[in-house]
């Protein structure tokens, strides 16, 4: 009875090996492309998109819409990060700029990157960023700071029902990945 145990136990542990490689491979390579179609296709995440190309567009004075800012870190980033202004009211058309203020507390260089993310969900369709630090890697050397500027339009076909945005960016670290010159 020893023999068929002794037996079966290398073809146990090569299929659990498969296994661990199969989810590996799932996790790494399929599931992202996945997960940003889900995303689209849905509209949750609030996913913001690429660069936005501002056009002569009318402001709707008839109505604003709140715009708040928040910033966190992920796990890890030591940075100091903060949007300068916590809200602020916007026509549906008009573009606005607002900043955000990073600080490297290192003595060492770093590169962070920033993921935009908006809330609720159906809003992020509406808010077009024309000009953003997440576009961006951003390098900032050991103890120093950087203003980040953020330009934004709320179209103005936003459902009269969104009467409050919010924008969260999450700044990772990634100076170990980056492909932007630290000096």
């Known amino acids: 009875m020893t023999d068929g145990v002794q037996q079966s136990t290398p073809k146990l542990i090569a299929k659990l090996f498969g296994v661990v490689v199969g989810m590996f491979v799932f996790a790494v390579w399929i599931m ?6 889900f995303c689209e ?26 715009v708040q800012f928040l910033a966190t870190n992920n796990e890890g980033m030591p940075w100091s990060f903060e949007p300068m202004l916590d809200s ?20 060492e260089d770093m590169v962070g990157q ?44 936003i459902p009269d029902q969104v009467r409050t945005i919010t924008l969260s960016y999450t700044l990772f670290d990634i100076t170990d990945r980056a492909t932007v010159a630290l000096r």
């Open 88 to 107: 602020i009211e916007v026509h549906p058309g008009q573009e606005m700029e607002i900043r955000y203020l990073a600080r490297n507390p290192t003595s």
């Open 114 to 157: 920033a993921v935009p993310s908006v809330v609720p969900f159906k809003a992020a369709e509406y808010f077009h960023k024309t000009e953003c630090f997440c576009f961006n890697q951003q390098p900032l050397p050991g103890g120093e700071s950087a203003e980040l500027p953020l330009r934004f339009i709320v179209d103005q076909d």
């Open 32 to 37: 992202p492309p996945l997960y940003d179609v």
């Open 41 to 66: 296709v849905t509209g949750l995440n609030g996913k913001t998109g690429d660069k936005y190309e501002a056009v002569a567009i009318e402001v709707d004075t008839s109505r604003t819409v709140k």
